[in-house]
């Protein structure tokens, strides 16, 4: 870790507060990260988006909040018991973090839809594969069916002790599944059975719809301080005062 070098990037505008200048440091992405050393970083409230790993350090922010599932504490709450009884007609097989036209037009479809505008909504194959086939990461995609049609792509990290959830792309159309609940619930479950410890989460961030869902895993720790902290189910509200 002391031989590994790291950047801070230029302002710009926040994807989850709009109205705030974002700043992130960056792990040398010229480095060729190892497995442990990714892992490594994740401890310390890291994150990955394609080839970068990263970790918001915004001047007077601390809206994200690196968040991750202890797996043996977790108890699903009656909502996502029902999500997961719900699901329980798909089939789910893994596979290795690859381009084929089926996944790639999901993906099209999903970000037209949850994105529009956001930059991400005109994906070409080859900003499909940089984003989620990554060389050298090791990392893998859940593949969701309904009588083999394909319904969601779950694209999980595989990290020393746990798994990190990527990032996740479902139909639309079935939005009735909350299948990015499900996804979740499904790495738990894989990690359990793995014997991994933790799913990381990536950032929560009290003022963005889009980034609150997480705080519905319980319990859930919180990396604050340089330290993990656990978040119990009888906490509201995180113990941080987020910006």
Same mark, same amino acid.
């Given at each position: /870790?002391?031989?590994? !070098?790291?950047?801070?990037?230029?302002?710009?505008?926040?994807?989850?507060?709009? =109205?705030?200048?974002?700043?992130?440091?960056?792990?040398?992405?010229? $480095? &060729?990260?190892?497995?442990?050393?990714?892992?490594?970083?994740?401890?310390?409230?890291?994150?990955?988006?394609?080839?970068? %790993?990263?970790?918001?350090?915004?001047? #007077?922010?601390? $809206?994200? *909040?690196? %968040?991750?599932?202890? %797996?043996?504490?977790?108890?699903?709450?009656?909502?996502?018991?029902?999500? $997961?009884?719900?699901?329980?007609?798909?089939?789910?097989?893994?596979? =290795?973090?690859?381009?084929?036209?089926?996944? @790639?037009?999901?993906?099209?479809?999903?970000?037209?839809?949850?994105?529009? &505008?956001?930059?991400?909504?005109?994906?070409?194959? +080859?900003?499909?594969?940089?984003?989620?086939?990554?060389?050298? *990461?090791?990392? +893998?995609? @859940?593949? @969701?069916?309904?009588?083999?049609?394909?319904?969601?792509?779950? *694209?999980?990290?595989?990290?020393?002790?746990?798994?990190?959830?990527?990032?996740? @792309?479902?139909?639309?159309?079935?939005?009735?599944?909350?299948?990015?609940?499900?996804?979740?619930?499904?790495? *738990?479950?894989?990690?359990?059975?793995?014997?991994?410890?933790?799913?990381?989460?990536?950032?929560?961030?009290?003022?963005? =719809? !889009? /980034?609150?869902?997480?705080?519905?895993?319980?319990?859930?720790?919180?990396?604050? =301080? #340089?330290?993990?902290?656990?978040?119990?189910?009888?906490?509201? +509200?995180?113990?941080?005062?987020?910006?």
């Amino acid at each position: /870790m002391n031989a590994l !070098k790291f950047y801070v990037t230029r302002p710009h505008q926040c994807p989850y507060l709009p =109205e705030r200048w974002a700043v992130d440091v960056v792990a040398d992405p010229q $480095a &060729g990260i190892r497995h442990l050393k990714r892992s490594e970083l994740f401890a310390f409230g890291f994150r990955r988006s394609g080839l970068f %790993v990263y970790r918001p350090e915004c001047p #007077g922010c601390q $809206a994200c *909040v690196a %968040v991750r599932i202890p %797996v043996a504490k977790f108890h699903p709450s009656r909502t996502q018991k029902r999500c $997961a009884a719900r699901n329980q007609d798909l089939h789910i097989e893994r596979c =290795e973090p690859a381009y084929s036209d089926e996944i @790639f037009a999901l993906y099209q479809r999903y970000l037209a839809s949850r994105h529009p &505008g956001g930059g991400m909504d005109n994906p070409t194959p +080859e900003s499909f594969r940089e984003f989620l086939c990554t060389p050298g *990461v090791e990392c +893998e995609f @859940f593949l @969701f069916r309904k009588d083999r049609k394909l319904v969601a792509v779950a *694209v999980t990290d595989l990290l020393d002790d746990g798994l990190s959830a990527n990032y996740t @792309f479902y139909d639309p159309k079935q939005s009735h599944r909350s299948l990015g609940t499900f996804a979740i619930l499904t790495q *738990v479950a894989a990690a359990y059975r793995r014997g991994l410890p933790y799913v990381y989460l990536g950032y929560w961030i009290a003022r963005s =719809e !889009k /980034m609150r869902y997480k705080s519905r895993f319980r319990p859930l720790e919180l990396y604050h =301080e #340089g330290r993990w902290r656990i978040w119990s189910r009888e906490a509201s +509200e995180p113990p941080i005062d987020a910006c």
